[in-house]
């Protein structure tokens, strides 16, 4: 074999060489750079990531207290159907009652029983009512107080039609 052949040339090493230590000169100078650069971008990324976070957890925190705040919002329209439906209740027991004692009123005033058992019944429970100190004792046992009764069952359908044509004038209606 011959010896030239697997030898090589000065120059030929030399260029090799030489562009090597460039290529290794130029990447140790762009290498800092480079290094900050990617430095730069992987402290944005933290610091987006991060805030992303801070982000998410405060959305859960808000969220949470969200969720609170809308449950004691329906513990309370919850309480406040409930009283409504007890009024409603109360009201519904008091137009009953009120009901019940216009039909007393209408069967007592409107009757066709003899007019005197209805004056001897109502002199009955105003004299249950008060005691010979009242002021209207003395008059109620005038003659039985037939003539207190008479005024009083003869006053009252009167009365009974005012108070109607009163009510009347603000929408309310009586039978």
């Not at 009024?87 to 008091?94: F, P, S, T, V």
Request: zero cysteines; aromatic letters at 6%; glycine letters at 4%.
């Amino acid at each position: 074999m011959d010896k030239k052949k697997w030898e090589f040339s000065k120059p030929l090493e030399y260029d090799i060489l030489s562009h090597t230590q460039n290529f290794v000169t130029g990447f140790q100078v762009k290498a800092p750079e480079q290094n900050k650069e990617l430095e730069k971008a992987l402290a944005k990324n933290y610091e987006n990531r991060q805030k992303t976070q801070e982000a998410i957890e405060q959305t859960a925190i808000n969220t949470s207290e969200t969720n609170v705040h809308l449950q004691n919002v329906i513990v309370n329209q919850n309480d406040y159907i409930t009283i409504l439906k007890e009024q409603i209740d109360l009201q519904n027991k008091q137009l009953e009652l009120n009901e019940q004692q216009l039909a007393i009123l209408k069967n007592i005033f409107s009757s066709t029983e003899d007019g005197v058992a209805v004056e001897q019944e109502i002199l009955k429970l105003i004299q249950e009512q008060i005691d010979s100190n009242h002021p209207l004792w003395d008059f109620l046992k005038d003659k039985g107080g037939d003539v207190a009764v008479a005024g009083i069952t003869a006053g009252a359908p009167v009365i009974y039609n005012a108070i109607r044509m009163f009510l009347l004038s603000k929408g309310i209606n009586l039978p």
